[in-house]
T-cell receptor
Framework: QKEVEQDPGPLSVPEGAIVSLNCTYS??????FMWYRQYSRKGPELLMY????GNKEDGRFTAQVDKSSKYISLFIRDSQPSDSATYLC????????????FGAGTRLFVKA | DSGVTQTPKHLITATGQRVTLRCSPR?????VYWYQQSLDQGLQFLIQ???????AKGNILERFSAQQFPDLHSELNLSSLELGDSALYFC????????????FGPGTRLTVL
C-alpha cells in the first residue's frame, strides 16, 4: 500500500462547476499537508498549505484535512478552463526523516 | 515565478556520461530538495539539504550525488547515465529544515540517448 493514494483521473467538469479532489494517507505522523498545481510538466506551484487538521480557504480554493480519517481534500469553486492542470497532494511529518510524499496527481480538465 | 532558479533548462546527453544540474533557492531559504519526475513514476523525492548538510534521503541512486554550497545553491550530479534516467529534475526550496511548504523551480529536462 502506498503512503499516499490519489486517483489519477482524468476528471472532466464543465466551467463553473465545483471540483473536489482527494487524497488518503496511511502515515499518522504526517502533520503538513500541501496541494500543488502543475501545468504540462512545468514546476509544481504551491496552492494551499495546512498544518495539522482543519480547513483553509484562499479565494476559490478550500483545503480540508481530516486526520481522524487520514483524508485530505481540495475544493475549487467556480472552476475555469485555466484550472485545467494536474493537482498533486503532498504531505510530510514534522519530525524524523522530513521526507515529503507526493500523490500521483489528478488530471483535471475544465471544459468551456 | 517561485524565485527558485534551475539551470540548464534542457540537457541532452549520451549513456554513460555525467551531468551536473544546478539550483539556486529562494532568497532566505535554507533547505533545498531534489525531485525526479518521469512519465510513469510521478514525483519522486531524491534528497534534501539544509544549510549545507544532508537532512533526508529518498530513492536516490548511488550513481547520483548532491551537495549544497556555502552560498546555499545546490548541485545534483548524475553519472553513468542510463536511458531510464531521462526525466524532469526539479529543485525546491523551503525556509524550514523539515516539513511544510516547498517552492519549486522550473525544472531541468534531461534526455539520455
Amino acid at each position: 500500500q502506498k503512503e499516499v493514494e490519489q486517483d489519477p483521473g482524468p476528471l472532466s467538469v464543465p466551467e463553473g462547476a465545483i471540483v473536489s479532489l482527494n487524497c488518503t494517507y496511511s502515515n499518522s505522523a504526517f502533520q503538513y499537508f500541501m496541494w500543488y498545481r502543475q501545468y504540462s510538466r512545468k514546476g509544481p506551484e504551491l496552492l494551499m498549505y495546512t498544518y495539522s487538521s482543519g480547513n483553509k480557504e484562499d479565494g476559490r480554493f478550500t483545503a480540508q484535512v481530516d486526520k481522524s480519517s487520514k483524508y485530505i481534500s481540495l475544493f475549487i469553486r467556480d472552476s475555469q478552463p485555466s484550472d485545467s492542470a494536474t493537482y498533486l497532494c503532498a504531505m510530510s511529518a514534522g519530525t524524523g526523516g522530513f521526507k515529503t510524499i507526493f500523490g500521483a496527481g489528478t488530471r483535471l480538465f475544465v471544459k468551456a | 515565478d517561485s524565485g527558485v532558479t534551475q539551470t540548464p533548462k534542457h540537457l541532452i546527453t549520451a549513456t554513460g556520461q555525467r551531468v551536473t544540474l544546478r539550483c539556486s533557492p529562494r532568497s532566505g531559504d535554507l533547505s533545498v530538495y531534489w525531485y525526479q519526475q518521469s512519465l510513469d513514476q510521478g514525483l519522486q523525492f531524491l534528497i534534501q539539504y539544509y544549510n549545507g548538510e544532508e537532512r533526508a534521503k529518498g530513492n536516490i541512486l548511488e550513481r547520483f550525488s548532491a551537495q549544497q554550497f556555502p552560498d546555499l545553491h545546490s548541485e545534483l550530479n548524475l553519472s553513468s547515465l542510463e536511458l531510464g534516467d531521462s526525466a524532469l529534475y526539479f529543485c525546491a526550496s523551503s525556509p524550514r529544515g523539515g516539513g511544510g511548504e516547498q517552492f519549486f523551480g522550473p525544472g531541468t529536462r534531461l534526455t539520455v540517448l
